[in-house]
């Protein structure tokens, strides 16, 4: 066997690893896996967004009851001012209502906001219990899916450690530079051999020269112009 046979067969049980562990990582069972933690993340930010909201809107609430009992105090006064100071002309008393108006007007919109705030808040409240019931049972579905997954990822963690160890075994006896070179080519195409079909390279169909083919068949190493794989005559 030539080096490239060597290297060839080394390639194919290369490939095979290279497969298994593809489908390690393409697992729909890790896909999904990877989904629901996406998932889960999602709805823990919501929970935390609401909660932070549900805040801002307990503390919107004690500024809105210090203004409210601020307005409650300001019409009380007015109130022993018209009793005490009672308006003398039609100017005095537009002069009162206008003032009175003013702050019932201040109170109604403090108290539309109180319900405003009041039922935003509780529609967060919903909104909280309804993320957290779905949170749980997202987690108890990733959990089961974890166990099924870990099993399943053993198990081909197992056969592609063997086909590891095969492709290993096929590197003995050939020779550093051409594994070099392999491992090169195959950093931006794979698998990185091609076969010589048709005088075409059997990677991406390219036409050799004849001057190329004639340095293939000859067994040396030689690289397609188009893709950069090693080609094997
Ligand atoms: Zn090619």
């Not at 997954?149 to 530079?177: H, M, N």
Request: aromatic share 4%; charged share 35%.
């Amino acid at each position: 066997m030539t080096q490239l046979d060597l290297l060839w067969e080394y390639q194919l049980a290369d490939t095979e690893a290279d497969s298994m562990a593809h489908s390690i990582r393409q697992s729909p069972k890790r896909q999904k896996l990877l989904k629901l933690r996406d998932y889960i993340r999602d709805q823990q930010e919501s929970l935390q967004t609401l909660e932070n909201e549900v805040m801002a809107m307990m503390d919107r609430m004690d500024v809105l009851k210090d203004a409210i009992s601020l307005a409650d105090d300001q019409l009380k006064a007015l109130q022993k001012r018209i009793q005490e100071e009672p308006a003398s002309g039609s100017e005095g008393i537009s002069m009162y209502i206008a003032e009175a108006a003013q702050l019932s007007g201040t109170l109604n919109d403090y108290d539309q906001e109180v319900r405003r705030v009041r039922k935003s808040a509780s529609d967060r409240d919903r909104k909280q219990r309804d993320i957290k019931l779905r949170a749980i049972k997202s987690k108890e579905e990733f959990d089961a899916l974890r166990v099924e997954y870990d099993q399943e990822y053993k198990e081909k963690s197992e056969v592609l450690e063997r086909l590891k160890a095969a492709a290993e075994e096929k590197k003995k006896g050939i020779e550093p530079e051409y594994l070099a070179r392999y491992t090169a080519i195959k950093q931006h195409c794979t698998p990185p051999m091609a076969k010589l079909i048709n005088g075409q390279c059997g990677g991406c169909n390219m036409g050799f020269p004849s001057s190329v083919l004639a340095s293939i068949r000859s067994g040396k190493q030689v690289e397609c112009e188009t893709c950069g794989r090693l080609i094997i005559g």
